[in-house]
């Protein structure tokens, strides 16, 4: 079975400060997706990375992509407090049409 | 430009009814998910839809759950008898191909 594990679970941090959050698995994936989610609402893709150490940045989000394929971290420089959010990654699942989602990365970002 | 919409935004029901959830994707899509949610976990699949033909059905549906997208374009999920343990925000996505998708606000179904 196929598992995507996020790390950590919860952040907390300060305006200003850097974070790197990550998602790990023991399968190769033929892609991997990153979402944003805000509560009450559905998950927003972020970015999707395709290519073995790929490294893709969107403003102050910089995503990279194992290169085994395997896993993937996202770097936030200097959050703001409208980087608050769920943070999960997903990816389809070898041989089918189903995807999988991480437990995600919870972040909250004070002012 | 309108993105996925849901409807209802939020379903209160009591236990044992049925309930209908609508899904309308971004025009163009060919492809359409659902998934469920609950609290603290990430979206879990439950099916998938490639034009009007279901290709893909989670183990986790259970014979309750039916979802249909006739002439390819909106989808609709039934949920028969419902259970206390189906509370959960449903989500559906769609998409043009398997690099992306896009996501609707969700349905927050409470079972009481």
């Known amino acids: 079975t196929q598992l995507l594990e996020q790390s950590p679970q919860f952040l907390s941090i300060q305006e200003g400060e850097n974070l790197t959050v990550y998602c790990n698995s023991s399968?190769?994936?033929?892609?991997l997706q990153w979402y944003r989610q805000e509560p009450g609402e559905g998950p927003v893709l972020l970015v999707t990375?395709?290519?073995?150490?790929e490294v893709k940045k969107l403003k102050r989000l910089t995503f990279q992509f194992g290169d085994a394929r395997k896993d993937s971290s996202l770097h936030i420089t200097a959050a703001q407090p409208g980087d608050t959010g769920l943070y999960l990654c997903?990816?389809?699942?070898?041989?089918?049409?189903?995807?999988?989602f991480g437990t995600g990365t919870r972040l909250k970002v004070l002012a | 430009d309108t993105g996925v919409s849901q409807n209802p935004r939020h379903k209160i029901t009591k236990r044992g009814q049925n309930v209908t959830f609508r899904c309308d994707p971004i025009?163009?899509?060919?492809?359409l998910y659902w998934y469920r949610q609950t609290l603290g976990q990430g979206p879990e699949f439950l099916t998938y839809f490639q034009n009007e033909a279901q290709l893909e059905k989670s183990r986790l549906l259970s014979d309750r759950f039916s979802a249909e997208r006739p002439k390819g374009s909106f989808s609709t999920l039934e949920i028969q008898r419902t259970e206390q343990g189906d509370s959960a925000m449903y989500l559906c996505?769609?998409?043009?191909?398997?690099?992306?998708?896009?996501f609707g606000p969700g349905t927050r179904l409470l079972v009481l």
């Open positions: 996505a769609s998409s043009f191909d398997y690099k992306t998708q896009y």
């Open positions: 997903a990816s389809r699942t070898s041989g089918t049409y189903k995807y999988i």
């Open positions: 025009s163009e899509h060919n492809r």
């Open positions: 990375v395709v290519t073995g150490g």
């Open positions: 399968s190769v994936f033929s892609s």
